[in-house]
């Protein structure tokens, strides 16, 4: 699976957007791009993911580039419980396994 | 639509003891994953099971460590003679019918080795 690249911190004022991006390079043309959360050593919650089409739902926005290498998951109007680390994993289309990285500590201030 | 549960959720366990962890899978769900995380650490894959298979368990220590997805019944992962390295949560993950399904993961289980 290809490696990300993601800020290892970011801040964001409550009900601001939040914009985490994700660096993804090597990306092949059968992976996904998969985000995942982790509040407070909770287990991971399952965000959103897609291939190359921008994706939407209740949770959040993914944004990929045309050329696939970056993305950035967009949380539209954070609050403090958003505050957490979030993963950008890349995950080849059969692939069982999720690779995590180290992630982005994201913190949501009032 | 109740979501993959793991029990217990904190153990505790004196060093040579065995440790066993158990997962029940969302409901449908036929694919069980687990992951560990070491303090202060990212997760890492442990192993992927179907029922009754082992699918991979490239991530799986060689020694002491094992799983199971029984026919009937939830997922286990078993520690043997636990040592305070394998202090760490423990999270088991689910997906519906393809392994390139979305995997949703439980609360975990905290295993504190003494």
């Not at chain 2, 066993?20 to 442990?46: A, D, I, T």
């Not at chain 2, 799986?60 to 997805?69: H, W």
């Amino acid at each position: 699976d290809a490696k990300t690249t993601q800020p290892p911190s970011m801040d964001c004022a409550e009900g601001r957007a939040a914009n985490l991006p994700c660096n993804h390079s090597t990306i092949s043309g059968n992976e996904y791009v998969y985000w995942y959360r982790q509040i407070h050593s909770q287990g991971p919650q399952y965000i959103i993911h897609g291939l190359k089409n921008n994706e939407t739902n209740e949770m959040a926005s993914l944004i990929i580039t045309e050329d696939r290498k970056s993305s950035t998951l967009i949380l539209p109007h954070a609050t403090l419980r958003d505050t957490a680390v979030y993963y950008c994993i890349v995950r080849r289309g059969g692939s069982e396994k999720l690779v995590f990285g180290k992630g982005t500590k994201l913190t949501v201030n009032p | 639509n109740a979501g993959v549960m793991q029990n217990p959720r904190h153990l505790v366990r004196r060093r040579g003891q065995e440790a066993r962890l158990r997962c029940s899978p969302m409901k449908g769900h036929s694919h069980v994953y687990w992951y560990r995380q070491l303090p202060e650490e990212g997760l890492k894959f442990m192993v992927y099971l179907q029922k009754e298979n082992i699918i991979d368990e490239s991530g799986m220590p060689k020694e002491r460590f094992s799983a199971e997805f029984p026919k009937e019944g939830p997922s286990i992962l078993r520690i043997q003679q636990v040592v305070r390295g394998d202090s760490a949560a423990y999270f088991c993950a689910s997906s519906p019918t393809l392994p390139k399904d979305t995997q949703y993961f439980g609360p975990g289980t905290r295993l504190t080795v003494l």
